[in-house]
C-alpha cells in the first residue's frame, strides 16, 4: 500500500521556492557573492545528506521544474544527452573552466554576474535537452556537489524486498539516477540523485525511502 507522502512533496516545493526568491532578490541587489554561503552550507550537507541542496535549494532546479511539468503535458521528448558528455573527464573540464573563469574576472576587476548568467545558460539546455545532460555533466555545482556526496551516510535507497520491478520510479526520474539490476530490481546511483523524492512519491509499493 503506497503511504501518503505529499507533505513531503510540498515541503520541497516551499523551500525550493524560498530559496529561489532569495537569490532573486541577491541577484537584483548585487550582492550574488552571498550565495556562495548558500552553497557552501549545501556542499557541507552533502557530505551527510547526498545531493540535498541540488534537490531542495538550487535555483536552477526549480526553474526546471515547471518546464519538465509542460513537456510532460505536451508529450514533448527533449534531445538525449549526446555521448561526447558522458565521458567522465568531460564534466571536470567544465569545472576547471568554470574556476578558472572565477578567477580571471575576479583578478581583472570584472563584476560579472556569474550566477545569474549560469542559470540563464541552465535553463536554455534543458529547454533543448534532458536535464541529466545539465545535472550530471555540465553544472560545476554539480560536479563538486557529486564527489562529495560518496560518503553521505543518508540517500534515497530501494528496497529491492518491495520492488517489483515496474519501472515508474526510473520513468519520474529526471536524471536517470535509477538503473536496472540483472534481476530487474532498481537501484538508485547515489552520486547522480538529486534527492527530490519524485521516485519515492510514484513508487506504488512503498519501496523507496531517503534514510
Known amino acids: 500500500m503506497k503511504t501518503n507522502k505529499s507533505w ?4 520541497r516545493i516551499g523551500v525550493e521556492i524560498f530559496f529561489l526568491a532569495f537569490f532573486v532578490v541577491l541577484l537584483y541587489l548585487g550582492r550574488i557573492q552571498i550565495w ?19 534537490g531542495w535549494m538550487c535555483p536552477m532546479d526549480t526553474l526546471f521544474r515547471p518546464i519538465r511539468w509542460l513537456y510532460r503535458k505536451m508529450g514533448i521528448k527533449r534531445l538525449a544527452v549526446p555521448h561526447f558528455f558522458k565521458v567522465p ?39 533543448v535537452f534532458e536535464e541529466a545532460l545539465w545535472h550530471n555533466y555540465i553544472c560545476p555545482y554539480g560536479t563538486i556537489l557529486r564527489l562529495l556526496s560518496i560518503p553521505a551516510i543518508r540517500s534515497v535507497k530501494i528496497d529491492e524486498d518491495k520492488c517489483i ?43 523507496i525511502h531517503y534514510k
Do not use: W
Open 36 to 54: 556562495l554561503v548558500v552553497f557552501g552550507s549545501g556542499a557541507f550537507l552533502s557530505l551527510l545528506l547526498s545531493r540535498f541542496y541540488c
Open 89 to 127: 573527464l568531460v564534466r571536470f573540464l567544465f569545472l576547471v573552466v568554470f574556476i578558472g573563469f572565477m578567477i580571471v574576472t575576479k583578478r581583472m576587476g570584472m563584476n560579472i554576474p556569474l550566477l545569474g548568467i549560469i542559470v540563464v545558460i541552465s535553463v536554455l539546455v534543458v529547454l
Open 8 to 11: 513531503i512533496y510540498g515541503l
Open 165 to 207: 520491478m515496474c519501472g515508474k520510479c526510473q520513468i519520474v526520474c529526471a536524471v536517470h539516477a535509477i538503473d536496472t539490476k540483472d534481476n530487474k530490481k532498481r537501484i538508485i546511483r547515489k552520486t547522480d540523485c538529486l534527492t527530490c523524492h519524485e521516485c519515492e512519491s510514484s513508487c506504488p509499493t512503498d519501496a
